[in-house]
């Protein structure tokens, strides 16, 4: 990693049409995973030629140029980040940010199959903590979720990532018909170990085998539903993003409800995402997108990437559309693990 972006300071920082300051960056390094879960891909995906896919100095430089535009917090996602030939290198390289003290947060979502073998050099790298997205703690039903996983690898990466000093959260997606039954018993392992845990629901995105409807799961009801049982106590947390925080004062630890379809979470939202083709979503759930990696092929330089993303976040939409209904087509085309996470 060669590249040295120009970062001394750019303007006013990243607001867009509607006053909301954009200070966090998801940036996906892979469409490419080692698992197939149902809900986020079709079972025989056909991933991206290399050619399209941002090389590691094209995903530095643009992430570079975020942080130069007053981003505090990035985060690497994928598809799966850890299967991105030299990801290490690209990690270690945006270090130089926290470093800096430019970044606040360098940090990453992974489904914890490779995690065992990454957590020391994350920690050494300043990554302080990982999300790690799980749905079951039952084997059987863990590979049929994610068609063929190996749920023992993932709980190694935990276990691996919280020796290596790592902070760990949970991150479930509710389904009907597969782990409502089970979610208490998620959350109080979770807890139980020290890490946070943040339920989600399916979300209309991209064309999969199964039907979202049938799966879909109101959190409002899975909150009710622990109540019945659990003292949920809200708290003042506001990080900016879609999650509504709890304490289980019966566990000590910390849950999270992201509610896009059932409470939608757009008038804070702080975010936006790049795919790894160089493609900047401005939200998760319309398809607004801007081509950086045009901007850098054609032989922009500072100046023509940091217009081009200014435009792109001056024209942040308001909100989501998502909808989960009957026959009803995905809000956006592309699969999350094109979006990135």
């Known amino acids: 990693m060669t590249h040295t972006p120009d970062l001394s300071p750019q303007g006013p920082a990243l607001v867009d049409g509607f006053g909301r300051g954009v200070t966090y960056l998801r940036l996906s390094v892979t469409d490419r995973c080692d698992l197939r ?11 991206l030629p290399k050619a399209q896919v941002l090389t590691l100095e094209e995903l530095d430089r643009i992430a570079s140029a975020f942080v130069a535009l ?10 799966e980040p850890l299967v991105r030939k030299g ?22 979502t992974t489904n914890g199959t490779q995690l065992a073998g990454f957590a020391p050099r994350l920690a050494a790298a300043g990554v302080r903590r990982v999300n790690v997205s799980l749905d079951t703690l039952k084997p059987d039903l863990f590979r049929r ?11 190694a990466g935990i276990e691996a990532a919280q020796a290596a000093g790592l902070s760990v959260k949970i991150n479930a997606v509710a389904l009907k018909d597969d782990n409502a039954a089970e979610l208490p018993e998620l959350i ?11 339920l989600i629901e399916t979300m209309p995105m991209g064309e999969v085998e199964a039907d979202r409807t049938d799966q879909f799961l109101s959190l ?3 909150r009710r539903e622990l109540e019945s049982y659990w003292r949920l106590e809200d708290l003042p947390l506001d990080t900016g993003g879609p999650a509504r925080y709890v304490r289980v004062a019966e566990t000590g630890g910390r849950l999270g409800f992201i509610t896009p ?5 757009c008038e804070g939202c702080n975010r936006v995402r790049l795919t790894c083709t160089g493609t900047l979503h401005t939200c998760l759930g319309q398809d607004d997108s801007a081509d950086l990696r045009a901007v850098l092929r054609a032989g922009g330089g500072e100046a023509e990437l940091i217009a081009a993303i200014r435009g792109a976040v001056d024209a942040k939409p308001r909100g989501h559309d998502f909808q989960i209904a009957r026959a009803a087509a995905p809000a956006v085309a592309r699969h999350m693990s094109t979006t990135g996470g």
């Open 145 to 155: 979720l994610t068609r063929g996983g190996d749920l023992s690898k993932v709980l």
């Open 261 to 265: 379809l059932s409470h939608n979470f």
């Open 70 to 79: 007053g981003v505090r917090k990035l985060r690497l996602t994928g598809g």
């Open 37 to 47: 879960c149902v809900y986020c891909m079709a079972e025989h995906m056909t991933f």
């Open 87 to 108: 990801v290490m290198e690209l990690i270690e390289a945006l270090s130089r940010h926290l470093a800096s003290g430019a970044l606040s947060e360098l940090t990453l």
């Open 220 to 222: 409002r009801d899975v």
């Open 188 to 198: 109080a392992w979770a807890h139980g170990r020290g890490c946070d845990v943040t």
